[in-house]
């Protein structure tokens, strides 16, 4: 490494094994990569050259122990991009993003290389080592080592520019975040609870907007008002705000992200082609537990029908309720969630203003805790004064059993540097391989910022979620980093951080920690009883604003990409019409704004791995139940041996096989969102995990 490199970026000599982000600037970054990739290189150039006969030990355990310098330098950088960017940070990751997908892509394109790699078999090893030759090879060949070398070199000129596109995506879905707001008066906060007006006036304060509010994108922000805002105009007005982010044209040109879309859906198409494969939504679903698209559809339109169904029936039931309320003009779009909270608060005497007081962030987090320690007796301890990648982000120790665990930090507040959404990330991944390493994990929300900041119900299902992924890297207990954690199949990464949602409704759970934020008084039980009758309310709304997401995504991949390429908003709305969309709800996620997939390739024909896995975490949860006791510590030590702990050691349908013995059908996933007898489901063949 040259001596010019802040060693910040590369040696993490901080408490825990932190690096120091107070000691990095932005300017550090492109030296670091430069000097990281050039080490790399030479990593690579003695595997490739070595003159001893390829084996286990010189090839593909040499290959998992090159690059932790490069490593560390991107997992700073690429978290301070997501959650706390700027106008530096993103013209540094707008040149860097191609240079270090070519730099990857050489690597898996290397003849020589590839050469020594598939030369290994896993004759004599054992399973993990096995298992990591296997996934080596499986890497080389869907990078296109194969290939001759006219197709390898076209396979590095579509990852450069799919790297660059995904990071003007990304960039420009922010921007239009950042740009907009609803400045509010104050005769603008009709039907406005104090928690949200509240929010509003110190987002007004932290920008010095000369409003009594404001209103911004980030979801939770925008969702509560569009469910209880008096005002239909200002409703309409965010509304189409959310729904048209990455229209702007800001950063991604003529038509918004569109163009951006378009060519990103042609280079999947052609590298798909390239490696033999009819579409790109064959190529990536064949190393998941899917396998193809024809089984995933199979699952998305089963659930579809009794969706729309129940969804029809719930907007016939808005629209009488509306013009009891002399609201003569259609249902819209930018009414449904306004209508929808005053019918849970008529049907189950329930809204967000009775239950937030009661789900302070602080008691979410020790909920989510309490759960781990019961589960798997997990200890956790602030730690403060850590260098940490911003101000507002926590850290606590996780400790068993009196042993190091690994370090949790948390990011939760929205701002106008991070990115929408909520996610988790690993700062450091476990493994065993060069010297024991521990976990550092991240989880990043978008909750908006109060003195005490208040959750909705989904604001604290939502973190629930993120710390099953959490935990997921926190116990992994593996050799090799490139299967450790979270390093598992995309339809099967989500069993964790699903499952792990349905202890927050656990009524001893909410009895312990749903505490007023001012009295400390618990949740009253007829409250906690009218959430539980509450349950599946809403879920034919979203259901349906999911599954349009998740067909669309999968459609666009498919056998018709060249006609979602050539005009992909054309074909978004085609397809929506296809399976008959209601009009009053809007996808979850518009293409024009996907981040999932378009600004990289995670969840790209493969949104539908949620459901998936939903159907899998049902049936998990099952599991706990039928023991008569859901913190059973049996049944917890199954799924942390076969699951947690495993990281992607095996198939994912082994593990599941082996916490509970049988692939499930997606009976469980009907019944939980209320949708079993909402309409038939007949002649679909879903067998979502068998």
């Known amino acids: 490494m040259s001596e010019s490199v802040n060693p910040a970026i590369t040696d993490w000599t901080g408490p825990f094994g932190l690096p120091d982000f107070g000691a990095i600037a932005p300017a550090d970054f492109e030296p670091a990569f430069a000097a990281a990739m050039g080490d790399h290189n030479a990593e690579i150039a003695a595997i490739r050259d070595n003159a001893a006969a390829p084996d286990f030990a010189n090839t593909i355990e040499a290959l998992e122990r090159a690059g932790e310098r490069l490593d560390r330098v991107a997992s700073i950088f690429f978290t301070l991009a997501a959650s706390d960017t700027s106008a530096e940070l993103q013209a540094i990751e707008r040149r860097l993003s191609p240079q270090l997908a070519a730099h990857g892509q050489a690597i898996l394109t290397d003849a020589a290389l590839w050469a020594r790699v598939k030369a290994v078999t896993a004759e004599g090893l054992g399973p993990e080592a096995a298992r990591v030759t296997e996934l080596a090879q499986r890497r080389f ?5 194969d290939l001759d070398a006219a197709g390898r070199a076209r396979m590095r000129e579509i990852g450069t520019r799919l790297a660059e596109l995904g990071t003007a995506f990304a960039q420009a879905v922010l921007k239009d975040e950042q740009d907009w707001s609803l400045a509010l008066g104050e005769d603008d906060m009709a ?4 928690f949200l007006v509240a929010a509003a006036r110190a987002e007004a304060a932290a920008r010095g907007a000369d409003a009594a509010g404001v209103i911004t994108l980030s979801r939770s922000s925008v969702e509560p008002f569009l469910a209880l805002s008096d005002r239909r105009d200002l409703r309409e007005a965010a509304w189409r705000a959310w729904t048209g982010r990455g229209e702007s044209g800001s950063e991604g040109g003529a038509g918004g992200t569109w163009p951006i879309i378009a060519e990103t859906l042609a280079l999947r198409d052609e590298k798909a ?3 033999g494969f009819e579409s790109f939504a064959d190529f990536r679903l064949a190393e998941e537990m899917a396998k193809t698209p024809d089984r995933v559809r199979g699952l998305l339109m089963q659930v579809w029908r009794p969706a729309r169904a129940k969804a029809e029936a719930d907007r016939a039931a808005l629209e009488a309720l509306a013009q009891e309320a002399g609201m003569n003009d259609p249902v819209e779009a930018w009414d449904w969630r306004y209508l929808a909270e005053k019918q849970r608060k008529k049907l189950h005497d329930l809204d967000e203003a009775a239950l937030k007081p009661y789900l302070a962030l602080d008691n979410v987090i020790a909920a989510a805790f309490d ?3 019961r589960l798997f007796g997990l200890e956790f301890r602030e730690v403060e004064g850590l260098p940490l990648p911003h101000r507002d982000a926590r850290a606590w120790e996780v400790t068993r059993g009196g042993a190091h665990v690994g370090l949790f930090v948390g990011d939760y507040f929205a701002r106008s540097s991070k990115r929408s959404g ?4 690993a700062l450091r991944r476990q493994q065993k391989l060069t010297e024991p390493h521990r976990p550092i994990i991240l989880n990043t929300c978008n909750f908006a910022k109060g003195a005490p900041t208040l959750l909705s119900f989904d604001d604290a299902r939502t973190l629930f979620h993120e710390f099953g992924h959490a935990l997921h890297g926190l116990l992994s207990d593996v050799t090799y980093p490139s299967i450790s954690g979270t390093a598992v199949a995309r339809d099967f990464v989500e069993l964790p951080s699903q499952l792990y949602e349905h202890w927050l409704a656990v009524p001893e759970v909410l009895a312990k920690h749903a505490r007023h934020v001012e009295t400390g008084a618990p949740m009253p039980e007829a409250l906690v009883a009218r959430l539980k009758a509450a349950e599946t309310f809403g879920q034919g709304f979203a259901t349906v604003e999911y599954l349009g997401s998740a067909l669309v995504d999968l459609e666009m991949h498919g056998p018709r990409a060249a006609a979602a390429a050539a005009d992909p908003a054309a074909f978004e709305a085609a397809v929506l019409a296809e399976i008959g969309m209601p009009r009053e709800i809007a996808m979850r996620h518009r293409s024009p704004h996907f981040l999932h997939v378009f600004a990289g390739s995670g969840y790209a024909s493969g949104y539908y791995s949620y459901m998936w896995s939903e159907v899998m975490d049902a049936d998990a949860f099952r599991a706990f139940e039928e023991t008569g006791d859901v913190f059973d510590r049996a ?12 990281g992607g050691r095996a198939e994912p349908e082994a593990a599941y096989l082996g916490f509970r013995g049988a692939m499930p059908g997606p009976e469980a996933l009907l019944e939980g969102r209320g949708l079993a007898d909402a309409g038939t489901g ?3 063949d879903a067998g979502a995990a068998g």
């Open 422 to 425: 909520a996610w988790a990330s």
């Open 635 to 646: 049944t917890a030590a199954k799924l942390e041996a076969h699951v947690l702990s495993a």
């Open 141 to 145: 060949r869907r990078a296109g080592a």
């Open 191 to 194: 039907g406005l609870p104090d």
């Open 682 to 684: 007949a002649g679909a």
């Open 273 to 275: 082609k390239l490696l």
């Open 371 to 373: 759960v781990a320690g």
